[in-house]
Every structure is written in C-alpha cells, then in structure tokens.
C-alpha cells in the first residue's frame, strides 16, 4: 500500500468549513477520524459538500470534486483568489430587499470571484443555510432573516484558501473522478446523497442531486472495486436496509446524529451508518525476520554511498516472500544485494553504469570459481611490465604519498597483462578498495588529508591493504550453482527475456544533496577504467572527469525513468529502495508502479546512512532518514 503519514498542519487559523452544508459531517468528525488509516498516499473526497472531513485533516495531497459547478466554483475562486472573493463579501448587506436582488442574479454571469462571494452570502444568510434550486436550476430558497448572520468570516477564507490552493478541485461525476484520481494506498471518503428513511424523509427535498436505488448499487459496485484496486474507503449513508444489503462484508457502525433541517421537530433525530473499508491484500509483505545465510556474509565490508549493507536482512525478507528463479541487481553499487542474491541460490544479473562496480560483479558475483592466491597478489606487487607512471604525474600529491602512486602504477600495469578474466577482477577490485581503505572517508571529493582520523585502515601500508583486500575478495568466491552475469551498462538498455525479481535502487535524486558517484569516486572509477573514454578536468583540483548522464539527476527525469524501467520490468517482482527525502515522492512513486502493478505496497525501514554532509539542510535529523522499499507485483 502507499504510505503517507497522517499530519495535522498547524495554521495561523484552523481550516474549517466556509459553507453550511445539508448533510455536512461536522458532527461524525470524531467518529470519522478515528476511522481514517494511520498511513494512506492521496485523499480524495468526490462528494465534496461542505467538506468538513478535508479541513479537519488538512491532508498534504488531495483531490476534491463536486458535481455542483457552482458550489466548485466558490472553491476555486476561494483557492486563486480569495482576497477577491472578501473584497466583494465586505459589500454585501443581511437585508431582504438585497438578499432577493443577489438571489436572482445568474451566478453564471458573474467574474468567478463575485459567483464565490454571491453563493456564500447566499449560503450565509438564506433559510438553515440550504441550497436548492428549482427545474431551471435557479436558487429558490427564501430569505433566513437571521439578525447577525457572519458574512464574512476572513480568517476562515484565508486558512481554508492556503487549504484548498495545494489540492485538485474537480467538478465531475464521482465514477470519472475515481476511475481518474484512485490508486492503491489511497484515501477514499464518500458522502453521497443518503437513502431516504422515515426520519430522513424530508432531506432529499433539499438537495440538488438526485441519488435512486439503482445509484447507490453502482456506488457500491465502485465501492468494491476500490476494495479490490488496494483504497482505504470511508462511506457514510443512512441507517437504510439497502445500505446494510451493499456493504455487508465490509464494517458497518450505526451512530445517532441529529438532523438540523427536517420540518417535522421530533424528526430531527436519525441514525448514520459509517461503511469502513480496508485495502484489500491478496498478498500481506511483512518484515518477518529471515536470518541470511553465513555466504551472505563473506561479502567485503565496504563505506560506498548508498551500501544497502545495513537492511539486507530487510530486503531479502521482503524478497524471499515471492517465487522467483532470477534476480536482476538494476543498480549494483558495491554488489552487496546481488552477492546476497547469489548466496541464496539465485541467478543473478547484476548491473551498473560505473565501471568499478561492474568489477566487483564480475570478481564476486560472475565468478564462481576462480580465486587469487596471496602468492599471486604479492607478485603482482613488483614491476613486471612497462609501468607509464600516469597516477604518480598525473595525481601527485592529490590523494596519496607519491610511493603509494607508484606502487599504483605498477598494480595498474600487472593486472592489465593479467589473461584470467575473473582474477583480473580480482585484483582490480582489490586495488579498488585498497585506494578507499586509504582515503579519508573513501572519497575523492577533496584533495589531501584533512579528515584523516586515525583510523587503522589509514595507518596501515598500501601493500598490506592490498593483499588484506585479495584475501577478502578470494574468500567471497563460490559457486551457487547458477550461470550469473555481471553487466557494464546503462540500467536503461537492459533487457532480460526472464520473469524474475527486479531490484532497483537508483541514485537517490533530493533538491538537498547530490547523487553524484562519479563525483565521489572518481579517481578508482579511473582505475576501473584506466581512465579510457573519460575527460579529465585538468583546472579541478581534484583532477576529476564530467559525470556520466544519467536521467537521476533532476525530479523529472527520475520520474521518467521510472516510468519506463517499471513498464520494461512490468513482468517481473519489483522491489525498489528509496529514501524519504528523495524525489519523486512517495506517492507519485507509488503512482508510478501503480500503472503496471496490479497491487503496490510500502514497507518502510529506519535507516541511517553511513555519512553525509546535508543533515543540516532537511532538519535536526543528520543522517536519519525513512527508506522505504516500494513492492509491485
């Protein structure tokens, strides 16, 4: 399901209702809040009225409809233009003369602003605050002669105007508005015109909307196949038998309300029922604890950004609830979820645009049998074949002393001569993570040693890091059976004709951080790639070269993205980690697997990222961030 927290925002006036509204929900609020789900992406209300329940809970994304135009219009007008609206309602008098010469004008007529401002003063001042209208559909509700009426309420305007400017306001018949707006994890509330019963007899004469027997089966046709689409849905009715015969599989509470319009006094009691409908779940996702297998964890340590070393256990609880033979790792990073895949039997196709990674695939994750002896590694140690001293002209000075270029160089020339494929990978993985053991925070964003804090792994020798990195490397090689398949490439070319699991975690796109790996990681990307086919920005600092292009660096085009990779993969299990300060958000992303996913729910986890520099700029809470893992199937 989607998962959006309930919020009450806090305004400098609390939003309520600017209209009195027959059949208005003020008086079930408590009832109705109680019943609204804890988490839940859009709210969408289609039978709008007065819309007690929206300004009560002031929900960050909605859609609103009505099939009044007119009503809609003072909600638009109040949304875009609410200091036109009271300039006109400052004009207007509670006397019976002006109250009948505004009631016959044609609202239709009028500038949107001054429609809003007549049909408030209307609602303000006419009889009990109905509306109605006659066969020509004109306003035909006497004058309520109330000696003080409120005409214009401005704060209440003014909170429900910044209220209303962030939602969708629709005028449209409800079936058009769900089959639009409705998607699962979302909010339903409906209010329809009630049923008539004997103590609600007289209320259907005042409404506009005409609501029979054969509407209210098709609403609970509607209703049902919300169910069915994953919606959280609240339906209010009266206490009618036909209500109880629609909604009996679903929850249903009589509560007593009072009726403020009927003609008859001792009528003015009634009975509502409230229709309680949860998503429906053909399959539940739950973090049942699955402990990883002692192979998982050989995977070498690794500080990459993004690592989803820390909810592995998380991932493969979510994962291993589906049947599936392959697993497509989309966006490998370190190669840690792939390796995990592996180790579980899997076969695994792990990807990624930045050549390091495919490496560390290719040494770990392809590779089934073939290992580096230390014997090997130490040779690889002296100079064996032409060394072109391109790290120690090229970055002296920049990263490390000027014997660990050399030595770099040298591991450079050795490892290219190196026939085996896969022990090759080896070697280069380890040079690898030998260059981020000795860089301060393992990254390449600065030049010197400014952050140096003592670490171990700083003090330790090159060569020793290398060869601690070539034990660690060999000892994570085995063979699970499986044919497994490390790929150098762009996530957005990939095509593999199996169904299986998808595993997709992007760079995170936030208007408060970068994603840039390259950035970060730029010098042992050059070594992965003996900087061919790379433009080093020689008037940098840090001697660094242009960033790949990828569609992750705006919200846009992460949307996009998205859009076509859950399309590409629309056969095959979804899983998608993504952080709760990214963008898109979590409902447009919910929005977007919703389009090729029949059922899409949100586990969220508490995470911590390893380090960053941006805490600051997203509140007090440093690195502590809500990942979410996004399921579609």
């Known amino acids: 399901m989607s998962c959006r927290k309930v919020k009450e925002r806090v305004l400098e006036c609390p939003a309520k209702p600017i209209l ?11 009832d109705l809040l109680s019943r609204l789900p804890k988490n839940y ?3 969408i209300e289609p039978f709008f009225g007065g819309g007690a329940l929206f300004f009560a809970v002031k929900p960050h994304r909605s859609v609103i409809a009505d099939s009044n135009p007119e009503l809609i219009n003072v909600y638009r007008a109040v949304a875009n233009n609410v200091d036109e609206v009271i300039a006109c309602l400052a004009d207007f008098q509670n006397t019976e003369e002006f109250y009948y010469e505004v009631r016959a004008q044609n609202w239709q007529g009028l500038l949107p602003e001054k429609a809003a401002a007549r049909t408030i003063f209307l609602n303000r001042t006419c009889f009990n605050g109905l509306y109605r209208v006659n066969r020509k559909g004109q306003f035909n509700v006497p004058f309520g002669r109330y000696k003080n009426p409120k005409i214009l309420d401005e704060e209440t305007l003014r909170a429900a105007s910044s209220l209303l400017r962030e939602a969708k306001i629709l005028c449209d018949d409800y079936k058009n508005v769900l089959k639009e707006h409705a998607r699962p994890g979302d909010f339903v509330f409906l209010d329809p015109p009630y049923l008539p019963t004997s103590e609600y007899a007289d209320f259907k004469r005042y409404t506009k909307e005409q609501f029979y027997e054969e509407d209210h089966i098709e609403l609970a046709n509607e209703v049902k196949r919300l169910h069915e689409l994953g919606c959280h849905v609240i339906l209010t009715n009266s206490n009618h038998p036909l209500v109880h015969k629609l909604y009996g599989q679903f929850e249903i509470e009589v509560v007593q309300t009072k009726r403020h319009i009927s003609c008859n006094g001792k009528g003015r009691k009634g009975e509502d029922v409230i229709v309680t409908v949860h998503p429906k779940s053909r399959f539940n996702i739950r973090l049942v604890p699955r402990p990883l297998p002692e192979q998982a964890l050989k995977y070498p340590p690794t500080r990459y950004m993004g690592s989803k070393s820390k909810i592995l256990t998380e991932i493969w609880s979510v ?10 790792d989309l966006f490998s ?3 840690v979820v792939g390796y ?3 180790s579980q039997g899997k076969a695994v196709v792990a990807n990624d645009y930045m050549a390091m990674s495919a490496t560390f695939n290719k040494a770990m994750i392809e590779n089934n049998h073939f290992t580096l002896s230390t014997e090997e590694a130490e040779a690889l140690l002296e100079p064996h074949q032409p060394v072109d001293c391109f790290v120690e002209k090229t970055f002296r000075g920049l990263y490390f002393s000027d014997a660990d270029n050399r030595l770099i160089d040298i591991l450079r020339a050795n490892i290219k001569a190196m026939k085996n494929p896969y022990k090759r990978a080896i070697a280069m993985s380890a040079l690898i993570r030998a260059c981020l053991k000795k860089r301060p925070r393992g990254i390449f964003t600065y030049v010197g040693h400014r952050y140096d804090d003592g670490r171990r792994d700083l003090l330790l020798p090159f060569h020793v890091q290398f ?4 034990k660690a490397i060999s000892n994570a090689v085995f063979d699970n059976g499986r044919q497994n398949k490390a790929r150098h490439g762009d996530a957005m070319t990939l095509n593999v004709p199996e169904r299986g699991l998808v595993y997709i975690d992007p760079p995170y796109y936030s208007p408060y951080s970068d994603n840039e790996y390259v950035r970060r990681y730029h010098f042992v990307e050059g070594l992965a790639r003996d900087w061919q ?3 080093i920005q020689e008037n940098t600092a840090t001697k660094k070269f242009k960033s790949y292009p990828t569609p992750f660096s705006s919200r846009k085009g992460a949307a996009h993205a998205f859009s076509i990779l859950f399309k590409r993969f629309r056969e095959s299990i979804l899983v998608v980690s993504y952080s709760s300060n990214s963008q898109p958000t979590l409902d447009e992303m919910v929005a977007l697997m919703s389009r090729y996913k029949d059922h899409v729910e949100v586990v969220p986890l508490d995470y911590k990222y390893s380090f960053g520099t941006h805490g600051h700029k997203v509140g007090d809470n440093r690195n502590d961030v809500q990942e979410y893992l996004f399921v579609g199937y």
Do not use: H, N
């Open 20 to 30: 009195k509204w027959a059949g208005g929900k003020t008086q079930l609020l408590g």
């Open 41 to 43: 992406g859009c709210y």
């Open 319 to 328: 994962a291993s609830q589906f049947d599936f033979d392959t697993a497509i």
């Open 333 to 335: 990073g370190s190669g």
């Open 340 to 342: 995990m895949f592996k």
């Open 467 to 470: 060869i601690k990195a070539v």
């Open 533 to 535: 086919g790379v433009e």
